[in-house]
């Protein structure tokens, strides 16, 4: 049995998802997709220059797969590149962090990053809260080809 991907966090949305040489159109041209996490390992590693030990802790995944999917990220772009070819950024398996939360205290209810501020609830500072969604936050998104 096929073991299920795991989520990879992401903290960057690109603004601009659709990328094209200059004097050639749409329909001239072959697609490649770039999947959110490729991007985000991308960012991570080359724009930031974290280690990968630090880089696959931030996307919560193993050493070994963050430097997959950064190899893969790395040939796309080096594909496109080379030979011509649009680059759009869409799907893959990923999470923000981010989650509705709702303290068992005050019954309030709040956005947060589901790694970073969870601790208080920001109205009574209870540490009794939990997110509203639990593990289902995970945003699963297919490749359309």
């Known amino acids: 049995m096929v073991r299920p991907v795991k989520c990879r966090r992401i903290r960057?949305?690109?603004?601009?998802?659709?990328?094209i040489p200059l004097d050639k159109?749409?329909?001239?041209?072959e697609e490649i997709?770039?999947?959110?996490?490729?991007?985000?390992a991308?960012?991570?590693k080359?724009?930031?220059?974290l280690s990968q030990e630090e880089c696959a802790n931030s996307m919560g995944v193993s050493r070994q797969t963050f430097q997959?999917?950064?190899e893969s990220a790395r040939k796309k772009v080096a594909l496109a590149l080379t030979e011509g070819n649009a680059i759009h950024i869409k799907g893959g398996n990923y999470t923000s962090g981010i989650c509705q939360f709702r303290c068992l205290?005050?019954?309030?209810?709040?956005?947060?990053?589901?790694?970073?501020?969870?601790?208080?609830?920001?109205?009574c500072g209870?540490?009794?809260i939990i997110c509203n969604k639990n593990n289902r936050f995970c945003q699963r998104l297919k490749e359309i080809k």
């Open 25 to 29: 159109r749409k329909c001239q041209v």
């Open 12 to 19: 960057f949305f690109p603004q601009y998802t659709y990328y």
């Open 126 to 128: 209870s540490r009794e």
């Open 42 to 44: 991308l960012r991570l």
């Open 105 to 123: 205290n005050c019954n309030q209810q709040y956005t947060m990053d589901f790694d970073r501020d969870r601790p208080l609830c920001p109205s």
């Open 68 to 70: 997959n999917i950064l």
């Open 33 to 40: 997709t770039l999947k959110m996490e490729e991007l985000e």
């Open 46 to 49: 080359d724009i930031q220059g």
